[in-house]
Structures are given as structure tokens and as C-alpha cells.
């Protein structure tokens, strides 16, 4: 398994999309991430204009990937071989479950520094909001997927697993939930990239007690996970869902 995904890997290039390279190998979310480019909601566009974007030199991060090819560290989980149930029960229960638990825990320690070191370093007090802001969202963001968008991707493929039509109201109504579900991932995107500007990435000041440094670990923590949780949606399982639909 390993092997081939080392073997696709070798076909790098500026026009490969950033989304389908991660999928090859997600050891390459931490090259990107090392330059500040965006796999998860902007893995869409080729490695070349993130690159661009990024203002990062193309060359420096080929050299990284073709590197981290090199040293045969492949992924232990080829996520795009998984089937579409396996692939969502693993996002419900792993990143679903991860998002639930944390959300409350993070919540506590935000309102908890914003209240104790607000007057000092005021960046806490948005950090609570934007993090309130950012729970709603995806509290809401994964009600609609549990409830509707999975079971009506399940539903789809396996329609044509056995061969069955899919009718024209399910295609159009799938078409319009992952765009609404692409759009949702950019605002969270958006608001974690705002926490991590307000933390200063993430780093707590000099003066800062346990619960200020375990409040900002959390929430580097929380961006690692929401980066790899929209990655499997929007570039795995989103795509795969796609691969459902009729080619116009």
C-alpha cells in the first residue's frame, strides 16, 4: 500500500492540486503547514498558485516534499482506498467526537482567561468570542452532516453499487449540500486562522499561568485536528461524492 502511494507521489508537480497531494501522503499536511499553506478548505487549487498565495518559492517546497519522499515516510492510513461508509463513520468518530469533547473544555478555559487576564492582554477576551463564534458553527456544521449529507452520500452510493438510478431531486439536493458544507469549512477555516493570529500562533506570554499555556496548547491542538477533519471531507470524501453524480 505504502509503495503505491510512493509511486503517485513521484509524479509531483507544480500543476498537482495541494488537496490531492496531502491525499497521497498526509505527512505532506506537515510540509505545508511549516510554510503556512492551506491544504484543508484551499486544497483545491495546484501547488504552484498556493505557492504564489502563499508568497512561499515553489522550488523550497518540492524540495521538502520530493525529500519526504526520499526518506519512504509514507501514511499509515490510505484514506482514499477506504469506501464511503468506513470513511464516515471514521470522521464521525474520530473528528466528530474529538470536536464535541473538546469544545466544552476549550470554552471553559477561554472564558477563564479572558475573565482573569482580559485587562492585560485584551487579545483574550476576542479569543473567547471567536472560539464561541467557532463552536456554533461547527456544533451546527456537523448536526447537517450526521443528520443529512452522510446519509444522503451513503444513500447515492449505494444506489450505484447496486446498480441503481438515483434520482434527479438526490443528485441536485447532494450538489447543493457539499457546496453548502465547502462554504461552511471556509468560515471555520477563517475564524481558526483568526485564532491563531489573536494568540500569536498560539504562543502564550511571558506572565501566563497553567490555565493560559493549557488554553492555547488546546487550541493548536483543535486547528491540527479541524485541518485534517476538513482535509478527508473536502478532498476525500467530498470528491468521492462527486464521482457519484452524472457528468454533464
Known amino acids: ?10 509524479d509531483l508537480s507544480p500543476e498537482i492540486t ?51 519522499e526520499r526518506s519512504g515516510t509514507g501514511i499509515n492510513e490510505n484514506f482514499l482506498a ?19 469533547q473538546k469544545i466544552e473544555e476549550i470554552s471553559a478555559y477561554a472564558q477563564k482567561v479572558a475573565g482573569v487576564h482580559g485587562e492585560r492582554h485584551p487579545e483574550n477576551i476576542d479569543i473567547d468570542r471567536t472560539f ?23 444513500t447515492i452510493a449505494a444506489k450505484r453499487k447496486k446498480g441503481e438510478p438515483v434520482s434527479e431531486e438526490e443528485i441536485l439536493k447532494l450538489k447543493k449540500e457539499l457546496a453548502e458544507m465547502e462554504d461552511d469549512h471556509d468560515g471555520a477555516g477563517n475564524l481558526m486562522k483568526k485564532l491563531r493570529e489573536l494568540s500569536h500562533n498560539f504562543t502564550p506570554p511571558a506572565d501566563a499561568c497553567a490555565t493560559y499555556q493549557i488554553l492555547y496548547k488546546n487550541l493548536e491542538g483543535f486547528e491540527k485536528d479541524l485541518h485534517k477533519h476538513v482535509h478527508l471531507e473536502n478532498n476525500i470524501l467530498f470528491k468521492k461524492a462527486e464521482d457519484l453524480l452524472p457528468v454533464n
Open 1 to 10: 500500500m505504502n509503495d503505491m502511494n510512493m509511486k503517485e507521489q513521484t
Open 18 to 68: 495541494v488537496g490531492e497531494i496531502v491525499a497521497m501522503n498526509y505527512n505532506a499536511a506537515g510540509v505545508f503547514r511549516q510554510y503556512g499553506l492551506n491544504f484543508c478548505c484551499g486544497g483545491g487549487i495546484s501547488l504552484k498558485e498556493a505557492c504564489e498565495k502563499g508568497n512561499v518559492y515553489l522550488d523550497d517546497v518540492l524540495i521538502q516534499l520530493k525529500q519526504l
Open 82 to 100: 477506504w469506501d464511503i461508509p468506513y470513511l464516515i463513520a471514521h470522521i464521525e468518530e474520530t473528528h466528530h467526537r474529538f470536536v464535541r
Open 132 to 154: 464561541n463564534e467557532l463552536a456554533i458553527e461547527m456544533m451546527d456544521h456537523m448536526q447537517a452532516e450526521e443528520n443529512t449529507v452522510f446519509p444522503l452520500i451513503e
